[in-house]
T-cell receptor, first 114, second 113 residues
Framework: SQTIHQWPATLVQPVGSPLSLECTVE??????LYWYRQAAGRGLQLLFY??????ISSEVPQNLSASRPQDRQFILSSKKLLLSDSGFYLC?????????????FGDGTRLSIL | AQSVTQLGSHVSVSEGALVLLRCNYS??????LFWYVQYPNQGLQLLLK??????LVKGINGFEAEFKKSETSFHLTKPSAHMSDAAEYFC???????????FGTGTSLTVIP
């Protein structure tokens, strides 16, 4: 069966520090991969999605970036964190085989910026 | 572009009462529709999905939803609320490729004992 792993579960970082969040998927090949951010009490904001290695689509301009160095690995990065980057970050995957497949989410990373 | 509207950001029901969470979508093509549940500090878990076929869809934990094309709605229901149903619920629609999902802003369900 397929599983998705996100780490770390919680992270506290000072303003201006770098960021690297990692997400890996097991049990499937060539998945679509997604990064979302969820601010406190808000809905989901799509940040990036990828339909293949090295293919990244950015949905919002910001100081975050994403990379997909391997088929089932998706990394969210920042060179300098801002206070506004605080939030709950969710990685998701979806089978690319057919159009009606749902997205499946990881357990999320709670990021607090001090 | 597709969009999803969830009416009521907060819904409270008594334990044992009917749960009704509303979702309306905007789509120019027949959509794929999904309901997810999120418990505190966790990711989203798929409750149910509508793709094609029967318009009444049954999901996990006793939830079901009915696709009504004429009303562009996909409301989520459960006949009898349980304390464990207290969570955030999100409705979503995918684009015609299935690659992008559009989520509603969520409805927080409180169950009163």
């Amino acid at each position: 069966s397929q599983t998705i792993h996100q780490w770390p579960a919680t992270l506290v970082q000072p303003v201006g520090s770098p960021l690297s969040l990692e997400c890996t998927v097991e049990g499937t090949s060539n998945p679509n991969l997604y990064w979302y951010r969820q601010a406190a009490g808000r809905g989901l904001q799509l940040l990036f999605y990828s339909v293949g290695i090295g293919q990244i689509s950015s949905e919002v301009p910001q100081n975050l970036s994403a990379s997909r160095p391997q088929d089932r690995q998706f990394i969210l990065s920042s060179k300098k964190l801002l206070l506004s980057d605080s939030g709950f970050y969710l990685c998701a995957w979806r089978s690319s085989g057919t159009r009606n497949q749902p997205q499946h989410f990881g357990d999320g990373t709670r990021l607090s910026i001090l | 572009a597709q969009s999803v509207t969830q009416l009521g950001s907060h819904v409270s029901v008594s334990e044992g009462a009917l749960v009704l969470l509303r979702c309306n979508y905007s789509s120019s093509v027949p959509p794929y529709l999904f309901w997810y549940v999120q418990y505190p500090n966790q990711g989203l878990q798929l409750l149910l999905k509508y793709t094609t076929g029967a318009t009444l869809v049954k999901g996990i934990n006793g939830f079901e939803a009915e696709f009504k094309k004429s009303e562009t709605s996909f409301h989520l229901t459960k006949p009898s609320a349980h304390m464990s149903d207290a969570a955030e619920y999100f409705c979503a629609v995918s684009d015609k490729t299935g690659n992008q999902f559009y989520f509603g802003t969520g409805t927080s369900l409180t169950v009163i004992p």
